[in-house]
């Protein structure tokens, strides 16, 4: 099945600085890359997701890019902000039979002090 | 619904008591996921319900974990002698997706199960 790496596990930024995380991917039929941001105490919520037939999208500061050849995808934050400071999930999903679910990264935790 | 309800929020259950959890997902939504959240840790996935299709339980740990789904409505996640190990966030989600299809998740609140 699929696996799904992701780093760094902690992220320390100063407020303005741009922060990169990075996962890889075990399956490469894998079609759908979605990142969640998860606040202290509360539900992941989707925040930018990106499909195989593209290799970059972007919203606002958030950009996520794709290599499809290497199987590694990563989510760029430009002009982070303190209200950025939260845990991100990667996830990556193959299409098999009636669907699958998504495996996600074990998480990178992001502070952003100003 | 206008989201993913859980209950209880919270559950204390004395090790070796069953425990029965509840996902009531957003009406429309055929595929709803059980994912477990150790305290710091990532999201692991359990068992995924699409429509009538039989149901992915390849994550669930153990034969204490046990899941079922009534058509595309509430579903609920039983876990059987409950061991201290188990303690954790149990998250639910649901989606519009199937098969060929990506869409992503809404999950609700959550039940946070300690086990004493």
């Known amino acids: 099945g699929e696996n799904v790496e992701q780093h760094p596990s902690t992220l320390s930024v100063q407020e303005g600085d741009s922060a990169v995380i990075k996962c890889t991917y075990s399956?490469?039929?894998?079609?759908?890359f979605p990142w969640y941001k998860q606040e202290l105490g509360k539900r992941p919520q989707l925040i930018i997701d990106?499909?195989?037939?593209?290799g970059e999208k972007k919203d606002q500061r958030i950009a996520v890019t794709l290599n499809k050849t290497a199987k590694h995808f990563s989510l760029h934050i430009t002009e982070t902000q303190p209200e950025d400071s939260a845990v991100y999930f990667c996830?990556?999903?193959?299409?098999?039979?009636?669907?699958?679910?998504?495996?996600f990264g074990k998480g990178t935790t992001l502070s952003v002090s100003s | 619904g206008a989201g993913v309800s859980q209950s209880p929020s919270n559950k204390v259950t004395e090790k070796g008591k069953d425990v029965e959890l509840r996902c009531d997902p957003i009406?429309?939504?055929?595929?709803l996921y059980w994912y477990r959240q150790r305290l710091g840790q990532g999201l692991e996935f359990l068992i995924y319900?699409?429509?009538?299709?039989?149901?992915?339980k390849s994550g669930l740990p153990s034969d204490r974990f046990s899941a079922e789904r009534t058509g595309e409505s509430v579903s609920t996640l039983t876990i059987q002698r409950t061991q201290q190990e188990d303690s954790a966030v149990y998250l639910c989600?649901?989606?519009?997706?199937?098969?060929?299809?990506?869409?992503?998740?809404?999950f609700g609140s959550g039940t946070r199960l300690t086990v004493v």
């Open positions: 989600a649901s989606s519009l997706g199937g098969a060929g299809v990506d869409y992503g998740y809404t």
């Open positions: 399956d490469s039929a894998s079609n759908y």
């Open positions: 990106i499909r195989s037939n593209v």
């Open positions: 996830a990556a999903r193959s299409p098999r039979g009636a669907g699958t679910a998504l495996i």
């Open positions: 009406s429309g939504h055929t595929a």
């Open positions: 319900f699409q429509g009538n299709s039989a149901p992915d």
